[in-house]
């Protein structure tokens, strides 16, 4: 125990006694510090669905204590679960415009911590500290930095992807089984932070049967001997997954990405799309660094080079190929064939590296830049060149585009100019390469990559705040105040069940935002309802509480939170209970339960429209113990959009018909409500008119239809008068 104890102490005072190492962590600090200046401005949110998905799993963490991913109360299956865990210490007191900022101040650290295993992987592959610290710094300075601003599992899932790979690297180079099992570990981390690591587990086995190979063709007989542990592992795991596919199940193993794992994808599109992805690569990093990185990958695969080249080598060949080959196979599925470079921006700063390795090697790779040279130019030939108005979440490397096409005029002229421009370049580095001499030469291509690689971040910054964000409005403005009243008037410990309903007649965008937003900026916020599936606007791995009411008694077949947010603007029921809150036409209700509706419309569209010549009903219910019957006043705006319709409402006590001007107007109507039951008040107009889509979810809201008046803000009095018994109508 002495022994291990003094082991231990022996390894801390070389840690504490390497400078170098000591110097990346400065650098990790230094360069959070300076990102965590620019994240922390952001003041709202801007990819959603993702950050409202993240953000109330770690609220669900803060809540409940249980690491299990949780939203709306029930368990779903999210392997992405690191990255909540870790900002979920930031939430939980009610504050969330203070929790965001605080999480954006976490964000910058966090992505920026790449930087040390950054290092630890550029030491071992190169061979120099000082080298090594300017790959490190170069991790941190990509365009992909700006992810750091938002809630997405990239921000945990980058420093955890170079960790494993780091640890993957070692496995390779020193064949043991501890090293393995460490490897393995980080990959599973790694997987927990975002999903889409699992490839590592691919890569992991892939290096390790390359690099034998290299070593010695018959080498792979040896695994058996120097890897039992890793090969009865992967074993079992093989065997599990071809089980699970007989049963049609492997895709489960995912969680909810289950998705992405169905479905195939044509050879030759699948090829494309990946040549597509790498010349997006190369285009970031000026292209010449690009082909010399994989160029030299190539060369350093080979028996007579070092053990720590040849490791990372073939660590880094499969890394990237098989990113790659995941991020084309996805996008051609699941993006529209677009190049998403987030989904493969992890394998850059293992390029970075090999170029750093090709400019510090005895001579210039030749033969071996043909391979990556014509992947190059397939993808830059073919590759699409969307342009955005803003800055793209899923593509920030195309925030290039724009210039491209200004400079260009077109797609194709500016396919053909990065063609000509790479194979330009191509000739004017060989022809400095004959001529400067190779250290200086070498020295240039660093600067580049120093150069090009922090300009795209400090642009993607500038893109990101010029342009207003997702939800309307300048990033930097802070919203958070307008939305989180809830929270405010509720305190911490209370429930709420949000009833989205459209606000703003045929904005879909703007209707959408405003849900998303009073769940965001609400962590009393817990749960959502629907109504026959209209309006399910958050994610489709949110549970929702789906309702429906008995037409004969109003009471709801379930109960959400005691507490209710909806919008008075809803016309298709109202619950009953006590109003707590109303800013603008927003309701907070304490619910009675079990859920019981007050009134309950039918007829009318699910998003509030009259149908031409077609009657709708208000059913109005009698209330809980109520002995006899009462008088009570109705009243409903109707909304035309062109002079010269005509409506009527007609109840058991009064009648009302008018012609209807643009735009609003009242109609009201007493009623007399029976002491049991139910009346039903017609609503009917002739007015016909194209009106917008049906904003019940994307696929409808550009469908035109014919509509007659929007039935809005109908409200039923409290005052009730006794009376007689109801005339029949």
Known sequence: MTGVAAQAGARWRDLV???W????????LAAGALLAAVTTRVADWFVMTDELLYERLGISVAQSGSPLPRVHGETIGNLNQLYPVLIAPLYGGGDVPGSLQSTHLLNAFLMTSAAVPAFLLARRALGSPRWALLAAALSVALPWIVLASFLLTEVAAYPAFLWAVWAVARAVEQRRWRADLLALVLVAVAVLARTQLIVLAAAFPVAILLEALVVDRGAWRSLWRTRRPLVVLYGAGLVLVLVLAVAGKASSLLGNYAETAKGGVIQ?????AFAQHAAILALTMAIVPFLLGTAWLQRALHRERPERERA??????????????????FDLRFGGGLV????????VPLLVVAALAAVRDAAWPRYALIAPLVVVLAGFATTPLPAYEKFNVDSPAAMLNNTLLGWASSADRAKVLLVAATLVLLVIFAQAAALVPRRAL??????LLAVVLPAQAAYGFDRLFRVDGTSGQPLTLKQGFLFNWVDRQLGTDTRVTLIPYPKLKGDFSASIAYWWSAEFWNEDVSGSATLGGAFSWTPSSFPKLALAFDPTTGIA???????????????????????????????????QRPWRAAWLTRGLTDDGWLQPSRPAYVRI?????????????????????????????VSNLARWSESLPSGDTTATVAVCVPATGYTDVRIVSPTSVVGPGDLRDASTKEVPRQVGPLVHQISLSEDATPRGPCPTP
Not at 21 to 28: D, I, K, S, T, V
Not at 268 to 272: F, P
Not at 442 to 447: D, H, I, K, L, R
């Open 17 to 19: 006694a390497d400078r």
């Open 21 to 28: 190492l000591l110097g990346a962590l400065g650098l990790w």
């Open 268 to 272: 030759w599109r699948l090829v494309e």
């Open 312 to 329: 990372f080598a073939a660590v880094a060949l499969a890394t990237t190929v098989l990113v790659l080959l995941e991020a084309a196979s």
């Open 340 to 347: 998403k470079d987030r989904y493969a921006f992890y394998a």
């Open 442 to 447: 070498g020295t240039g291509v660093a600067v």
């Open 557 to 591: 077949n379930r109960s959400g939170a005691d507490y209710v947010l909806f919008t008075s603007l809803d016309s298709r029921f109202r619950l009953v209970g006590n109003q707590v809150g109303a800013p603008g036409d927003m309701v907070l209700l304490g619910a």
């Open 621 to 649: 219910y009698a209330r809980e113990g109520q002995k006899e019957p009462v008088t009570r006043s109705l009243s409903l705006i109707l909304e035309s959009d062109a002079a010269g319709g005509r409506a009527t409402v």
